[in-house]
């Protein structure tokens, strides 16, 4: 009965619209009709309410025995990801939160997808055994978000490991030249050489 009201509760709020009164990388409050709701935010949340007066976070309600905590995102995709962090044993509300202000949301479903243990790793507070669970748990759920391409191969996931290793000699921190690669991997129209991916990459970093 408890699990029953539970989950009732933590789908009571689909979203809230209001006027953004405070914001901080931690949380945003919105003024709804005179009533201030406190919305614990991810840094993509964040960066997207740059210069704004009113806004609309998609919400979600964390219940618990000694507390209700709610949670707001910039859209639905990104309150999406972070349902399915949560459902994965071991990945709590603020973690999920830490790996949306690590990585965006595409780029989460991408290193998922890819099976990237090291990206995921790389993330505060997520380390080798969690990563492996989170990619067994959300792998088959997340590829379907994601947008590689179909034809995306283990070869090439092979490229895209020599091209991180030659980055990383150049003297660039992992992960950034991780996102680095990943987005010039999402903007390619076609498979690219290891020569091509990193050139490609510099552009970037």
């Known amino acids: 009965m408890q699990t029953l009201i539970r989950n009732v509760l ?10 953004l009164v405070e914001k901080n990388p931690a949380y945003a409050v919105i ?4 009533v201030g709701y406190m919305l614990n935010i991810s840094l993509y949340t ?11 976070l998609f919400a979600h309600l964390i219940v618990k025995e000694d507390s209700h905590t709610l949670y707001g995102f910039i859209d639905e995709n990104e309150r999406d990801i972070f349902r399915h962090l949560i459902s994965v044993s071991g990945i709590g509300p603020n973690t999920a939160r830490v790996m949306l202000s690590a990585m965006n949301p595409d780029d989460i479903c991408q ?8 990206l995921l790793q ?10 492996q669970r989170i990619i067994i748990e959300l792998k088959d759920k ?8 179909e034809n995306y ?12 290793s030659g980055l990383v000699m150049l003297g660039f921190v992992r992960l950034v030249a991780e996102k ?8 390619a129209e076609e498979n690219l050489s290891v020569e091509e991916l990193i050139k490609r990459a510099l552009k970037i970093l």
Do not use: H, P, R, W
Not at 10 to 19: H, L, N, Q, T
Not at 143 to 149: A, D, F, H, N, R
Not at 154 to 164: D, G, H, K, S
């Open 10 to 19: 933590e789908d009571m709020f689909a979203f809230i619209k209001g006027k």
């Open 31 to 34: 003024d709804v009709q005179g």
């Open 46 to 56: 964040y960066e997207k309410l740059n210069n704004i007066e009113s806004c609309k």
């Open 111 to 118: 290193a998922v997808a890819m099976g990237n243990v090291s």
């Open 122 to 131: 790389a993330i505060k507070g997520i380390g080798g055994k969690t990563a």
């Open 142 to 149: 997340l590829s379907k978000k994601t947008i590689l391409s």
């Open 153 to 164: 191969s283990v070869a090439y996931n092979t490229i895209q490991q020599e091209a991180l």
């Open 180 to 187: 680095a690669i990943m987005k010039v991997i999402k903007s």
